[in-house]
């Protein structure tokens, strides 16, 4: 009778031991998620800061609004009638050797046209003359969209 209890009463806590030893084989992925929502909070707040630097007081319109698949070559007109490529200024003159010199897919590439709404109409117009006449066929205005429609 001695015998029999000393056994099961060793072989017990034997398995206890063993489970209490044994890994844990599931990950907890609560850290991960945390550091992924911080990640994704600091992304939507930071990816409108990314557009083109160049402020400009775009004019509103009712157009709708186009999905490029690539991103465009920005051309910027200012209020004072200064012109930007992406972010570096030029001289209206040098437009199109600039653009031939960017362009990847030549005269195929996608151009924005963003005119400051103060701007000159003719200074913009001479802009986009310019890229046509060079042989750009993909040139679109940038607006913003109008409020209360």
Not at 82 to 88: A, D, G, L, P, Y
Not at 106 to 130: H, L, N, P, Q
């Amino acid at each position: 009778m001695g015998m029999s209890m000393g056994s099961s009463g060793g072989g017990g806590s034997k398995r206890r031991r063993s489970k209490r030893h044994m890994p844990v084989s599931e990950i907890n992925v609560t850290p991960f998620v945390d550091v992924m929502l911080v990640l994704l909070i600091i992304f939507m707040v930071a990816a409108p800061l990314l557009t083109v630097g160049v402020p400009i007081d775009l004019p509103e319109t009712a157009a709708k609004s186009l999905q490029p698949e690539t991103q465009p070559i920005t051309i910027s007109v200012n209020q004072e009638g200064k012109v930007f490529i992406q972010e570096s200024e030029i001289l209206q003159d040098e437009v199109v050797a600039k653009l031939e010199a960017i362009a990847q897919n030549g005269y195929e590439e996608r151009i924005f046209v963003r005119g400051d709404s103060e701007a000159a109409y003719g200074t913009v117009v001479k802009i986009m003359a310019r890229i046509s006449a060079a042989g750009y066929k993909k040139i679109g205005l940038v607006t913003l969209q109008e409020q209360g429609q």
